[in-house]
């Protein structure tokens, strides 16, 4: 089995800042790919960045490229979502996932859909006020 913790959401105002982290334990040898969601209220969940479980090839929504940047902290199994210059619109749960799907699933344009995760931790709250 797999375990995903998130950590790191909470309220920032318009313009801020916020780094979220996600811990990885367990059976992870298998995982390929880790994966930030996010879910807004009255919206379906939406993959926003994804990365190899190797720190190489991120990969970024257009609605928050330039802002947000993940990338795993070497030495650990966590991987980090760093966003910058925050909206309102990016108020949301921000999941972590993660995939065992093999081979480059990010480079064919997989790292963004939300079916490619399999395993999923339980999500933190970012909310953005202006």
């Known amino acids: 089995q797999v375990q995903l913790a998130e950590s790191g959401g909470g309220s920032v105002q318009a313009g801020g800042s916020l780094t979220l982290s996600c811990a990885a334990s367990g059976k992870t040898g298998g995982l390929n790919a880790i994966g930030w969601v996010r879910q807004a209220p009255g919206k379906t969940r939406e993959g926003i960045a994804s990365?190899?479980?190797?720190?190489?090839?991120?990969v970024y929504h257009d609605s928050v490229k330039g802002r947000f940047t993940i990338f795993r902290d070497n030495g650990k199994n966590t991987y980090v979502l760093q966003m910058n210059s925050l909206k309102p619109d990016d108020t949301a749960m921000y999941f972590c996932a993660a995939s065992g799907a093999p081979g480059p699933i990010l480079d064919y344009g997989f790292g963004l859909t939300v079916s490619t995760f399999g395993y999923w931790g339980q999500g933190t709250q970012v909310t953005v006020s202006s």
């Open positions: 990365i190899y479980t190797t720190g190489a090839g991120a």
